[in-house]
């Protein structure tokens, strides 16, 4: 680890420079997070500077900003294996380096995570040793959970510096009005002179002037930043020139001094250095590999993925009926939802990182007649799993979630991965779970959708579907599987969602080897189609289940249940992730490395055959 205490401040701002070429170079090889990660590099070289890294917690919101870190900490000339598989995180990690205080993937946990620390730090008696440190963005802020977190922590008077990162973008255009208060806020300078001067004078005047001294103090906080967070009793540094380390490291030490809670509001400019990516562009958030000269990707995506496949079946069903409405939590590009919210804005929003909010908002407008999508990730709908229970399941309200990233979701790894929906969903009364296999399917899906009673899930995978058009996909009715092939062996193969494509291409490495299998598209998990499966289960003894997700209450489980309680005389082995995170990593080798392509399938099946 570079010796960043004893640099000036001259040597500070190259090594700033060596820091965002490295960044830049690594992630126009490897894809990651750019934006984010150029914006603050000044930020974490301060932190670095003021705080022992060795000793006072450092906590990253999201952490996809934290490269920069990463290099400090003795990562330099691992960095080149950024996001690959058995190489290092695209995110803080504390099984990667002692210096990565906590796992962080999802937004807003920052605060609540400082708070703990500063309690466990006062009950350790350290607290005049180690100080936590927060590092959140403005767009962070538009979850509840950090307010949940800042209640308590003006309340209890815990020593904890947050940083404030304010570059006036989350991942798309910043929502709501905490954001947009504090872009419009007025210079720091101005503010911080006044209010020092203020409590100078108040020392000095008689009581009689004081209650109009006070008043003239209180009326400044209604002009400035500082305001919100004053008045919840947290201390304000700021606005400070994110990018000036000199004013940076001086608003840090005093911050450190305070020994109370206190919030640092730094303004940034997200993609500082790589000029092209500087400023509100979503697209240089997250990125490929592209050529750096010129900017442009390297890798040009062939197929239609199943993001815009979504796309363009909602918008033609919200073209035929007006009461369609949808919602997107910061993630409209990600989502499909943009040219939905372009053309009906009064229809279709993104409400920002509020899962909770998006998911019980949109059930209020389905108790009023109104049909609402939810586009959200696997991975982040889990933040709203007590409203999907509690306000869309116990009503039995007319909502749909399409679930995107469903399944693995490749160099994002453990904390962005699919794996759990089936398993989480799959338990609510009232709950319909649903998956289309290829384009067709997915335009027949949401048609169906429109006509569903009740809540209904809809996953589809990252990027683009397997093969299966090879078949064809007949509309959708209520809780009906789809025999695609008959087999003469007694092996069924069990394809869900984008299973289906890997049955196929599996079934195709089993007819090398002189099998012939059946194979069914199940197409809904729950509720399962009786009839069909119960016949099935007389002609097709072993049944095999190819799944985009976790085994333990996936689709085998409710295929085990199934069997159980119908007496069925079949085997099932099921194909899906066994009961640990999965790693980052390309998502082909990611599925070698748990034997889960389609020919690793095939092969263990030929080898259960022989044994």
């Known amino acids: 680890m570079k010796k960043i205490k004893t640099k000036s401040i001259e040597e500070l701002n190259h090594y700033c420079e060596e820091l965002r070429e490295k960044i830049i170079q690594t992630v126009s090889k490897n894809g990651g997070h750019l934006s984010s990660n150029v914006g603050a590099v000044e930020l974490i070289v301060a932190m670095h500077y003021v705080f022992d890294v060795e000793n006072d917690p450092f906590i990253f919101d999201v952490s996809h900003q934290a490269y920069a870190h990463k290099l400090i900490t003795d990562r330099w000339d691992s960095f080149e294996t950024l996001r ?123 009581e009689s002037a004081t209650y109009m001294a006070k008043k003239f103090e209180e009326s400044l906080k209604l002009i400035t930043p500082g305001m919100l967070f004053e008045e919840l009793g947290i201390d304000y540094i700021g606005p400070i020139d994110g990018h000036n380390l000199e004013s940076l490291i001086k608003a840090l030490q005093s911050a450190k001094k305070l020994r109370k809670p206190v919030i640092v509001h730094t303004q940034t400019i997200k993609g500082k250095g790589y000029e092209m990516a500087e400023g509100y562009y979503e697209k240089w958030h997250g990125v490929g590999p592209f050529d750096v000269a010129s ?24 073209q035929k009926h007006d009461n369609v409405v949808g919602v997107t939590a910061a993630m409209p590009s990600g989502t499909g939802l943009s040219k939905l919210i372009q053309t009906y804005p009064n229809r279709f929003w993104d409400v920002a990182i509020a899962e909770q909010h998006a998911v019980t908002s949109m059930c209020a407008m389905a108790k009023e007649g109104f049909k609402p999508y939810v586009s959200i990730y696997s991975t982040f709908l889990q933040r709203a799993y007590d409203q999907i229970i509690h306000d869309a399941c116990i009503l039995n309200l007319n909502i749909v979630f399409a679930i995107d990233r469903a399944g693995i979701v490749g160099e994002d790894g453990e904390t962005h991965q699919g794996a759990f929906d089936i398993s989480y969903l799959s338990a609510i009364p009232n709950m319909t779970l649903m998956a289309p296999r290829d384009e067709k399917s997915m335009h027949a899906a949401i048609s169906y959708s429109y006509k569903h009673q009740g809540p209904l899930a809809i996953r589809y995978p990252r990027g683009s579907f397997l093969p299966s058009d090879h078949y064809e996909s007949l509309p959708f009715e209520y809780g009906k599987a789809q025999l695609l092939k008959d087999g003469k062996d007694d092996i069924l193969l069990i394809g869900y969602g984008n299973g289906v494509g890997k049955a196929i291409a599996c079934a195709f490495f089993l007819e090398k080897e002189h099998l012939d299998v059946g194979i069914v598209d ?71 490395q748990l034997r889960i392509t389609p020919e690793q399938i095939a092969q263990q099946i030929i080898e259960s055959k022989k044994n």
Request: without cysteine; charged residues 20%.
């Open 522 to 592: 199940l197409r809904f998990a729950k509720p399962l189609d009786k009839e069909l499966l119960t016949f099935l289960a007389k002609h097709y003894h072993q049944w095999m289940v190819l799944s985009d997700s976790a085994k333990v209450g996936g689709v085998g489980s409710l295929l085990m249940s199934f069997k159980e309680e119908n007496n069925l005389p079949v085997s099932i082995t099921s194909f899906e992730y066994t009961d640990h995170f999965i790693m980052h990593g390309a998502t082909h080798l990611v599925e070698e």
């Open 295 to 318: 900017g442009e990707a390297l890798k040009q995506g062939v197929s239609k993925n199943a993001t815009t496949m979504y796309s363009e079946a909602l918008f033609e069903l919200a």
């Open 84 to 206: 690959e598989l058995n190489g290092i995180s695209g995110y803080t990690r504390p099984d990667e380096s002692k210096y990565d205080y906590f796992v962080a993937g999802h937004s807003s946990t920052s605060i609540s995570l400082a708070v703990g620390a500063a309690k466990a730090i006062g009950l350790k008696k350290e607290t005049q040793k180690r100080v936590p440190i927060a590092l959140i963005g403005d767009g962070s802020l538009s979850a509840g959970m950090v307010y949940e977190a800042l209640n308590e922590l003006g309340d209890r008077r815990y020593p904890v510096v947050i940083i404030l990162n304010d570059n006036k973008m989350s991942i798309a255009k910043p929502i709501g009005a905490v954001s947009k208060f504090l872009s419009s806020a007025m210079a720091g300078n101005f503010y911080q002179k006044i209010k020092k001067t203020t409590e100078q004078i108040l020392q000095y005047l008689p």
